[in-house]
């Protein structure tokens, strides 16, 4: 099978066991121009020699993961939410990347109220959102599955993503589309399309869901392939919209994290091009 | 604290640690008069003999867990989930309950379409509900969790369950309400009144949300208060639709399990007066 990879981004967290250099040279010796970057192991690298080293190695930085966290009721948690995601911000034009993915936060500890929840994701939107668009980076709001609604997440689907997105220009605020989030949603395809029509689609992010889940959840994300979703079917929805840019494959699984990285970025491209092309 | 037992329900898997004759007994002794009974536990006991207990201590039968598992392709698959649903139909007869909780199936393996294994429930549905009609048996669909979606139930949305269920009479098809399952969506308020509207809430059941989920995720349901659902405000929507049925509380969770019923069940009746009367 032939590989077309001009799509592909290899977001980092999915080859984990890789150093951000080790990313670099694995994707370029494979072929793969685009990555996805997260601001941990950037700013432990140093985020302005991570810059230089993607730059040299010719890597576009198709998005950072993440900001987020704006849900906080407690003032100082909020001002501290704030200062942060002004510093992903700062990181993000570092890098070069046009795209900040959030994670909005999920329930402060004794607090029920979701609604309220998501008001106080948009009041912070409205002071973050022109700031990043001075330098440049547009905020990318990331619908988590319902299963991260209390503690990572109260926007749970699409809709509820662009409710809050469309509150600000799409050039300031748009969405996350990631099939392991969204895919047992039937309205998906609907808000697919209102998220196109209006240029909110900022990210595209694939990974597969399996089962059984592990214990606490979030590693549980499977190759493409291996598990339920149709991910061709959500691939060709994101581009009936007019997208064109690179596709993220965002995959955090502690079985792939043991296996060699130039191995499962390899595994990876055959499946990208089976399982989604 | 005064304890408002009218409407409580106590589904047995809620004290899995207790037999049936326990559970009638315990029941009994702390004022309770409803229970939810779920089908291996009965089958076990003897369904007859089920009813007649469940009768002489005064008790009445909420629901039978659970019928469905509807999705199957396979024709010799799909007519043994028929008959097996048959039978679950003329069990929750003979119990005395009116409603049977459907659990409508997954994903069969190495399929990836969502809609198609949402129609062939509706296909099942034509078959079944004439037959539960004739033995005074409503069926109730009941929408899980997202995260089941795959393995469980493809049904993960109120409105989803009510695009099936409308297809038939609501003497015939109804949904289940479980906060569990639904309490993250911000279309549940909206979808509990379209429900209450034609008379389709067939089960109001109660579980809060707790994290982490444990390892495959099934028995991460939280007591009564422990989590993120504003169950209170759950009660005032499904009453504000006319229903003042009984409400169940079903919890799945080992540590509960591990503890003595009787003070499990106490625990429970409190909880349920403090947080959702």
Same sequence: chains 1, 2.
Avoid at 81 to 103: F, H, M, P, S, Y
Avoid at 164 to 188: K, M
Avoid at 254 to 271: C, H, K, Q
């Amino acid at each position: 099978m032939t590989t077309d990879l001009a799509r592909l981004s290899i977001n980092q967290e999915t080859v984990k066991q890789w150093s951000l250099e080790e990313l670099a040279t694995g994707c370029t010796a494979s072929g793969i121009s685009h990555v996805g970057l997260w601001r941990a192991p950037v700013q432990e690298y140093g985020v302005e020699r991570a810059a230089k080293l993607m730059r040299e190695s010719g890597l576009s930085v198709t998005s950072l993961c993440r900001g987020g966290f704006l849900t906080a009721t407690d003032p100082k948690l909020r001002t501290a939410a704030l200062d942060d995601n002004r510093k992903a911000i700062d990181e993000a034009a570092t890098l070069g990347t046009d795209t900040l993915v959030l994670v909005s936060g999920g329930l402060p500890s004794g607090e029920r109220d979701l609604t309220a929840a998501r008001e106080r994701i948009a009041d912070a939107l409205a002071v973050l959102a022109p700031y990043a668009a001075e330098r440049g980076v547009r905020l990318a709001i990331e619908p988590l599955h319902p299963m991260f609604a209390s503690d990572r997440c109260v926007v749970s689907t699409l809709g509820q993503a662009l409710d809050l997105a469309e509150r600000f220009p799409a050039s300031q605020v748009g969405v996350v589309v990631d099939t392991y989030h969204i895919w047992w949603d039937d309205q998906a395809p609907a808000q697919i399309a209102r998220a196109g029509a209006s240029g909110r689609i900022h990210s595209f992010q694939v990974a597969d869901w399996i089962t059984p889940l592990p214990a606490g959840v979030l590693l549980g994300r499977g190759q493409l392939g291996d598990g339920s979703i149709d991910m061709r079917s959500f691939r060709e929805q994101v581009d009936a919209t007019g997208f064109t840019g690179p596709i993220e494959v965002e995959i955090f699984n502690e079985d792939l994290w043991a296996r060699p990285g130039a191995e499962l970025l390899a595994e990876v491209a055959a499946r990208f091009t089976e399982h989604v092309l």
